[in-house]
């Protein structure tokens, strides 16, 4: 079945450490997203990727880092620079064309610090 | 700048009563799209509607229709005869398809937590 793929479900981090979050597409879109979701808020863009070896800076980058090397795969780091990296995270996908396509999303993952 | 209001928190319902989820957002694009999510208790956003700023046609989809006015700036999002399954947070959202830098985007709302009772 097509769709987006995260793992791992639930993620424990200790304080100091990095850890990555993995997304992966097989619904051939160019572009993708990475959203991080707190209790009783919206969801805010931390990075965006139009097409393979590009991504830009969303509004909450500080403290993530990504790749994109492959059209599929969108990884998220988050480093121990992000303070506060307990979250929800949503990694989504889409044609792109200037925003009139729809994304689709993935089932999350949530990151607990220990 | 860009901006979605779901002024709604929490909305609690009875089964089969109808209910309205408001939906304002603020632009600087003349061409945009709106669009509506579903999140139930799983996490997972699952996409309902897209409508772009040129097409204010009402939509209706079974019991989910949509109502779009520029004019207030408004995307609503109406439930008839709700059903427990429809509990979950609905996200309005909205994205800019010329503004530099971001296009594709999505702007979220805070999102509306509709529960729907027995």
């Known amino acids: 079945d097509g769709g987006i793929t995260q793992s791992p479900k639930y993620l424990f981090r200790k304080e100091g450490q990095n850890v990555t979050l993995s997304c992966e597409q097989n619904?051939?879109?160019?572009?993708m997203y990475w959203y991080r979701q707190d209790p009783g808020q919206g969801l805010r863009l931390i990075y965006y990727s139009q097409i393979v070896n590009d991504f830009q800076k969303g509004d909450i980058a500080e403290g993530y880092s990504v790749s994109r090397e492959k059209k599929e795969s969108f990884p998220l780091t988050v480093t121990s620079a992000q303070k506060n990296p307990t979250a929800f995270y949503l990694c989504?996908?889409?044609?792109?064309?200037?925003?009139?396509?729809?994304?689709?999303f993935g089932q999350g993952t949530r990151l607990t610090v220990v | 700048a860009q901006k979605v209001t779901q002024a709604q928190t929490e909305i609690s319902v009875v089964e089969k009563e109808d209910v309205t989820l408001d939906c304002v957002y603020e632009t600087r694009d003349t061409t945009y799209y709106l669009f509506w999510y579903k999140q139930p208790p799983s996490g997972e956003l699952v996409f309902l509607i897209r409508r772009n700023s040129f097409d204010e046609q009402n939509e209706i989809s079974g019991r989910y229709s949509w109502n779009f006015q520029k004019s207030t700036s408004s995307f609503n999002f109406t439930i008839t005869a709700s059903q427990v399954v429809d509990s979950a947070v609905y996200f309005c959202a909205l994205s800019e398809a010329n503004y530099g830098g971001s296009q594709g985007n999505l702007i979220f709302g805070k999102g509306t937590k509709l529960s729907v009772k027995p």
């Open positions: 989504a996908s889409s044609l792109g064309q200037g925003g009139r396509t729809e994304a689709f």
């Open positions: 619904l051939n879109h160019d572009a």
